[in-house]
């Protein structure tokens, strides 16, 4: 049978941990807010999200993308509108497709058959002239492209898109552009307290193709959440007291055959303006899950792309596309220059028109997640009860018995919040409750102890010049692991340099000298150990660092690359930083390498010092010394870029260095191609291919490239040293068996 021994209560213990409790039983019933808490809430959110999210392509919309390939196709973006009218009757004709909604404005008129200039000439110089008046009337509705479509979009499935101006947009918020489409209720049709999204003015399609459309809706999402995200979007907002409808809730309506819209209040009655808030809408058997404010959560798929995409020059040739049988039609655009993107709980750069895709079919699947009005009053108890068992209950526990209570409260409550969330599509809250228990564990248990750290304090004796505090930490929680004799690891070492650093220091204040110095290594040195480095030593004015030990690192490479990435990303903040203080600015170098080195405390006994050697440590000072001849701030080796190739580098030579007789190819790290442009990412193409050309000593073609390359970007010391290495070899042919290794003739 299990005793349980409880100590004797403490009166200051257990009022202590009431009013933690109070604060958060306060925050549960709205009287105190908190941003970091709806922070913590929102990344919450985004955590079951992404667990529950399916991660399959939805087949039932389909996207018609004006994209990059459509752009060269058919010319740049906006098209003319007969070309757009021929879009939809190929879908509506030829694809049969079941609905069609449009995620781009038509709000200017389209001017480019030169009507108007036929027009000026008949109404003008030209008015008494029969011939050209015959002419001018004759032609006068086929060059009328806006009329050409007008007519393509009568009686036809076709939503077109409009956006609304609030107090928070751009410009002037009370601009009105265009037509809008009839309100879906009209003011007095609904509660008028119920505190929909206001608008202040719109931007609408030209009022003769709103006229011709069957429906049309919103596409502006007003409301991202203080961190940037887009979760959730309004199914209705307010403009001058009438109800309009969003782009995805006209795209269902439409589908179903325009069914009126109706309002769930909770609480009240009908007709009463005494109410509990907006609950849900009802479009015939479809019931949308809302907020008070007519918001609806976005229930995202998966991450981008979830639906199919099509390109629209395709659509407009007629080839055969399976996926357009039937299907809900969303015309969009992933082209540079015209995404409309957005950050999303799945993705950070995610497509507009995906996102009202997502919310048209999670409201036919029923996957809409909301948050009942009764979850308040819920949450209100859970908090209370929790506090109260923790606050008098843990006080009298011991250590083992308050940890295990708190796991047991813990799961308990994450497995029936994601259970209500999965199963019920309900959202209920929970950082309150978790942090409540965090808090007053954390409370309790440092009531119970002392801070007793001699061991860490050991660590940080032996360690803490070297290494962030972090890395102390996590070495605490095994020290035995850790001493400081020596052994060979698998790690990446790092050199930094000032350049022309003898002639600045030659020609300024030694007091200034120290003081930039010291400013530049203390910035450098919060990188390196942001990103996990050990500092080895300053000498002079470089940095070396490496990455391994003493704590073990398998992404030593990694995280050495992307605080190198880093380092050269703030060398501009800190030059405009020293211009402002009159300090002279200068440039860095970096060089990094990865291998096996041998690693520990090392010296005389006069004096100690933790440190690497060996020949990969010495291959990483040369790296930073070629930086000077290959104009660059970064080189890495190849043994480096191959423990780490997530993301894009720029080969820059195989070369061969002082004491070193096995050659080394070198690279230049440019960061993730998700950050690259199109056009970099070509010309790095266009670079390797032309290195590659160069080593197989096909000469003509290689300069051609670099010449090119030379021609587009002339700022790269790299094409003009290929260029005259390939010159110089179509003159001097290099020795048979060459195999394109540059000998570098100094350090």
Same mark, same amino acid.
């Given at each position: ?19 933690i ?12 807010r ?59 004709? !030829?694809?049969?497709?079941? %609905? ?67 107090q /928070?947009? /751009? ?21 008028a ?19 011709s ?52 209040m ?19 058997? %479809? ?9 609806a ?16 020059? $395709?659509?407009?040739?007629? @080839? ?21 993107? !957005? ?10 028109v ?19 009005? +009764?979850?308040?009053? %819920? ?5 209370l ?15 083992y ?23 019920n ?7 309150? @409750? ?8 954390? +409370?309790?248990?440092?009531?119970e ?35 400081m ?23 300024a ?22 990103? !996990? ?39 501009p ?11 002279p ?21 006069? !004096? ?9 440590v ?43 007789? @096995?050659?080394v ?6 960061? +993730? ?12 193409f ?7 050309? +160069?080593?197989?000593q ?14 587009? $970007? ?32 100094? @350090?």
């Amino acid at each position: 049978m299990l005793t349980i021994k409880l100590k004797p209560f403490n009166i200051t213990r257990g009022i202590m941990g009431l009013a933690i409790s109070s604060l958060f039983v306060l925050y549960a019933l709205g009287v105190v807010r908190s941003d970091v808490m709806q922070s913590l809430e929102n990344i919450a959110y985004d955590v079951r999200l992404n667990l529950s999210r399916p991660d399959e392509m939805d087949h039932s919309v389909v996207i018609v993308d004006i994209d990059e390939k459509s752009l060269r196709a058919e010319g740049r973006w906006p098209w003319p509108r007969d070309k757009v009218a021929q879009m939809v009757e190929n879908l509506v004709n !030829r694809y049969q497709v079941a %609905l069609i909604g449009f995620d781009v404005l038509f709000a200017e008129s389209d001017n480019t058959s030169g009507l108007n200039t036929l027009k000026s000439l008949a109404e003008g110089p030209l008015q008494q002239d029969p011939a050209y008046q015959e002419q001018y009337e004759r032609l006068k509705p086929l060059l009328d492209l806006d009329g050409r479509f007008a007519r393509a979009l009568q009686d036809t499935p076709v939503v077109l898109g409009y956006y609304f101006l609030n107090q /928070h947009s /751009h410009g002037d918020a009370s601009s009105t552009v265009g037509k809008l489409p009839p309100p879906v209720l009209l003011s007095g049709e609904y509660p008028a307290r119920t505190p929909f999204v206001e608008a202040t003015g719109y931007g609408a399609p030209l009022p003769r193709l709103m006229e011709s459309a069957a429906s049309a809706g919103f596409i502006d999402m007003p409301l991202v959440d203080t961190d940037g995200v887009m979760r959730k979007m309004p199914m209705l907002q307010s403009y001058e007291g009438h109800l309009y409808e969003s782009f995805a809730l006209a795209m269902l309506r439409q589908l179903m055959g325009n069914p009126p819209i109706e309002l769930n209040m909770q609480g009240g009655y009908e007709g009463s303006e005494i109410n509990l808030g907006l609950e849900s809408i009802q479009v015939g058997q %479809l019931r949308i899950p809302v907020n008070e404010r007519g918001t609806a959560l976005v229930p995202y798929r998966g991450r981008f792309p979830s639906f199919p995409y099509v390109s629209a020059t $395709d659509v407009l040739q007629g @080839k055969s596309i399976p996926e357009l049988d039937n299907a809900i039609v969303l015309v969009g655009t992933t082209a540079a220059g015209l995404l409309d993107l !957005r950050t999303t709980p799945v993705h950070n750069f995610f497509p507009g028109v995906e996102v009202h895709a997502n919310m048209i079919t999670g409201i036919l699947d029923g996957s809409v997640k909301h948050r009942p009005s +009764y979850v308040y009053g %819920l949450e209100f108890v859970l908090v209370l009860c929790i506090g109260l068992l923790m606050s008098l209950l843990y006080m009298r526990l011991r250590l083992y018995q308050t940890l295990l209570i708190t796991i047991v409260l813990v799961s308990g409550l994450v497995s029936w919040n994601f259970y209500a969330w999965s199963t019920n599509n309900i959202d209920f809250p929970i950082v309150a @409750k978790i942090a409540m228990i965090f808090f007053l564990f954390v +409370y309790h248990l440092s009531y119970e102890f002392f801070i007793e750290q001699r061991k860490k304090r050991e660590l940080t004796h032996l360690f803490g010049q070297y290494v962030p505090p972090t890395i102390v930490d996590e070495m605490s929680k095994n020290p035995e692991r850790f001493g400081m004799g020596g052994e060979t690891r698998n790690m990446t070492v790092m050199f930094t340099d000032i350049r022309n650093f003898t002639s600045l220091s030659e020609n300024a204040d030694p007091q200034l000298i120290t003081q930039l110095v010291n400013d530049y290594f203390s910035q450098m040195t919060e990188i390196i150990h942001a990103h !996990r480095g050990t500092i080895d030593k300053y000498i002079g004015d470089a940095i070396m660092a490496f990455w391994g030990a003493p704590l073990e690192d398998p992404q030593h490479a990694e995280n050495a690359v992307n605080a190198a990435m880093a380092m050269r990303a703030a060398q501009p903040l800190i030059a405009e930083r020293f211009r402002e203080k009159g300090w002279p600015v200068f440039r860095m170098g970096i060089g990094l390498n990865s291998g096996p080195m041998h690693v520990g405390n090392m010296g005389s006994r006069f !004096r100690m010092a933790y440190t690497v050697f060996g020949d990969e440590v010495n291959l990483g000072s040369r790296l930073e010394g070629l930086t000077k001849r290959y104009h660059t701030s970064v080189i890495v080796s190849e043994m480096t870029k191959q423990l780490y190739p997530e993301i894009v580098y720029r080969e820059l030579d195989l070369v061969r260095v002082v004491g070193r007789e @096995k050659p080394v190819k070198i690279y230049e790290p440019l960061g +993730y191609e998700k950050f690259l442009s199109v056009s970099e990412l070509d010309e790095l193409f266009r670079f390797h291919e032309g290195l590659e050309l +160069y080593r197989n000593q096909q000469w003509e073609e290689a300069k051609k490239i670099f010449f090119n390359l030379l021609k587009d $970007d002339s700022s790269h010391f790299v094409y003009h040293e290929y260029l005259a290495r390939t010159l110089r070899m179509m003159h001097e042919p290099p020795e048979e068996g060459w195999q394109g290794v540059y000998v570098l003739k100094g @350090k």
